[in-house]
T-cell receptor, first 112, second 113 residues
Framework: AQSVSQHNHHVILSEAASLELGCNYS??????LFWYVQYPGQHLQLLLK??????LVKGIKGFEAEFIKSKFSFNLRKPSVQWSDTAEYFC??????????FGKGTMLLVSP | NAGVTQTPKFQVLKTGQSMTLQCAQD?????MSWYRQDPGMGLRLIHY???????DQGEVPNGYNVSRSTTEDFPLRLLSAAPSQTSVYFC????????????FGSGTRLTVV
């Protein structure tokens, strides 16, 4: 069965620290991968997506992710976090766009 | 564009009551889905639809019904509410090409007492 797993449930960082959130998937064949962000009390917003091509994907708000097929990974990175990045981050995967399977989320708290 | 609109935003039900969560999108998207979000569980797929008249079950379909009579609307029905259905429900839509990912509604927070 297809699945998406996120390594950390909670991450606490100070402002200006670098961020890397882990995501692994267990799909065979072609997979489409996404990172979503959910700010407190809000709905999910798309940060970035990977379908094919360049494995380094750049998204909004300075986030990027790297698709490493050999490791079945799609880790999210940001060189320098801000207090406003405090949110929950979800990795998701799918095939054929009809449905997405989500990881359980990583809650990021950035202290000023 | 309104995007994906969910109503109501908050609802309290008594055990055994039924209700319908509404979802409408104005982007002419073919694909629509319902997810529930519970702490520590991420989002789990309840039902989905790939077009008008076509629906299918997701990971956690029990206790829920859906129908898709039009492209725009995808209501979720709770047949007989149970405390285990206390959750935040999100509706999402995507074009069949899906290259922009899913667009999510603002959610319905449901409490069953």
């Amino acid at each position: 069965a297809q699945s998406v797993s996120q390594h950390n449930h909670h991450v606490i960082l100070s402002e200006a620290a670098s961020l890397e959130l882990g995501c692994n998937y267990s799909y065979g064949g072609t997979v489409n991968l996404f990172w979503y962000v959910q700010y407190p009390g809000q709905h999910l917003q798309l940060l970035l997506k990977y379908f094919s091509g360049d494995p380094l994907v750049k998204g909004i708000k300075g986030f990027e992710a790297e698709f490493i097929k050999s490791k079945f990974s799609f880790n999210l990175r940001k060189p320098s976090v801000q207090w406003s990045d405090t949110a929950e981050y979800f990795c998701a995967g799918g095939r054929g766009y009809s449905t997405l399977t989500f990881g359980k989320g990583t809650m990021l708290l950035v202290s000023p | 564009n309104a995007g994906v609109t969910q109503t109501p935003k908050f609802q309290v039900l008594k055990t055994g009551q039924s209700m319908t969560l509404q979802c409408a999108q104005d982007m002419n998207h073919e694909y629509m889905s319902w997810y529930r979000q519970d702490p520590g569980m991420g989002l789990r797929l309840i039902h989905y639809s790939v077009g008008a008249g076509i629906t299918d079950q997701g990971e956690v379909p029990n206790g829920y019904n859906v129908s898709r009579s039009t492209t725009e609307d995808f209501p979720l029905r709770l047949l007989s509410a149970a405390p285990s259905q206390t959750s935040v429900y999100f509706c999402a839509s995507s074009s069949a090409g899906g290259r922009n990912g899913y667009t999510f509604g603002s959610g319905t927070r449901l409490t069953v007492v």
